[in-house]
């Protein structure tokens, strides 16, 4: 009973190709997060939805478009796939966009060849 | 916006031995402070948190202190295991945004 399912887990391409990764939870949660994880380990939001809301949006390359089919899922696209887009993609909810911790998925390494 | 400092960037200990992390901010309306271990290959899992009307909570080994004064707070393991080696975040959320700010990680690494 995975709270926060990615997939895929691995993930190589090819530069310029396009590719999704897909996150679900079964918490009930109302706000959904796309986190990617560099080299250095560091933690940088990039989208947050609430009830399938896009109410987060950092500065990320157009080439990312976030997709919340509902509440319990949050989709990543990925366009024109570049060298510098490889890292560890994760997906978190959590209960409310109120100060509440997250429950992260177990992420995606990307590695774009 | 936020700034989150953590220190040390990386934490050597003996089994048994007691670990400190410490992490200052800079907002001092930031009232949500979390703590996240990622063991290697894994994802972070909160593994205790602490809001601003509360200046301590222990949970089993794990205690975070928070200091408003300072605007700083510190996670304390005590009995060191090595299963207790993954990297730790630390992470300040403000209250004019629920986008916690995270600090850059500590490595702790115990040695049986």
């Known amino acids: 009973d995975t709270a926060v399912s990615q997939t895929p887990k691995y993930l190589v391409t090819q530069m310029g190709n396009d590719k999704s990764i897909k996150c679900e939870q079964n918490?009930?949660?109302?706000?959904m997060y796309w986190y990617k994880q560099d080299s250095k380990k560091f933690l940088k939001i990039m989208f947050s939805y609430n009830n399938k809301e896009l109410i987060i949006n950092e500065t990320v390359p157009n080439r990312f478009s976030p997709k919340s089919p509902d509440k319990a899922h949050l989709n990543l696209h990925i366009n024109s796939l570049e060298l510098g887009d490889s890292a560890v993609y994760f997906c978190?909810?959590?209960?409310?966009?109120?100060?509440?911790?997250?429950?992260f998925g177990s992420g995606t390494r990307l590695t774009v060849v | 916006g936020e700034n989150v400092e953590q220190h040390p960037s990386t934490l050597s200990v003996q089994e048994g031995d007691s670990a400190v992390i410490k992490c200052t901010y800079s907002?001092?309306?930031?009232?949500?402070f979390p703590w996240y271990k990622q063991e290697l290959g894994k994802r972070p899992q909160l593994i205790i948190d602490?809001?601003?009307?509360?200046g301590e909570k222990k949970d089993q080994r794990i205690a975070v202190t928070l200091n408003k004064t300072a605007k700083h707070f510190s996670l304390h393991i005590t009995e060191t295991q090595p299963e207790d080696s993954a990297v730790y975040f630390c992470a300040a959320t403000s209250g004019g945004s629920y986008i916690p700010t995270f600090g850059r990680g500590t490595s702790l690494i115990v040695h049986p």
């Open positions: 907002d001092s309306a930031s009232n949500y």
């Open positions: 602490i809001r601003s009307n509360v």
């Open positions: 978190a909810s959590s209960q409310n966009k109120g100060n509440y911790g997250y429950t």
């Open positions: 918490l009930g949660h109302d706000t």
